[in-house]
Nanobody, 114 residues
Framework: QVQLVESGGGLVQPGGSLRLSCAAS????????MGWYRQAPGKQRELVAS??????IYVDSVKGRFTISRDNAKNTLDLQMNSLKPDDTAVYFC?????????WGQGTQVTVSS
């Protein structure tokens, strides 16, 4: 099992940056898959970025703007978000898969607005 706690969300103007962090309650070295998802009002939760065995995947809408990274020594999963747009407004969730279970954090709100 693992508990995940997100932080770093907030209100930012268009074009601004935020860095989200997900702190895990245990060593993440052995967790193969971790990711960031988001859910905007009235929409389904979607994958933003994931990292698996060192391979990173991004949804097309964030490519070139967001960077996912993990620090096994600190047991954290980060998401650096640059050039933010109003369409990035959503609750962002951290995710970890420890087969056969899927774990979620409680989410952190990101609002991009002038």
């Amino acid at each position: 099992q693992v508990q995940l706690v997100e932080s770093g969300g907030g209100l930012v103007q268009p074009g601004g940056s935020l860095r989200l962090s997900c702190a895990a309650s245990r060593n993440i070295f052995s967790i193969d898959y971790m990711g960031w998802y988001r859910q905007a009002p009235g929409k389904q939760r979607e994958l933003v970025a994931s990292i698996r065995s060192g391979h990173k995947i991004y949804v097309d809408s964030v490519k070139g703007r967001f960077t996912i990274s993990r620090d096994n020594a600190k047991n954290t999963l980060d998401l650096q978000m640059n050039s933010l747009k109003p369409d990035d407004t959503a609750v962002y969730f951290c995710n970890a898969v420890i087969i056969p279970d899927i774990y979620w954090g409680q989410g952190t709100q990101v609002t991009v607005s002038s």
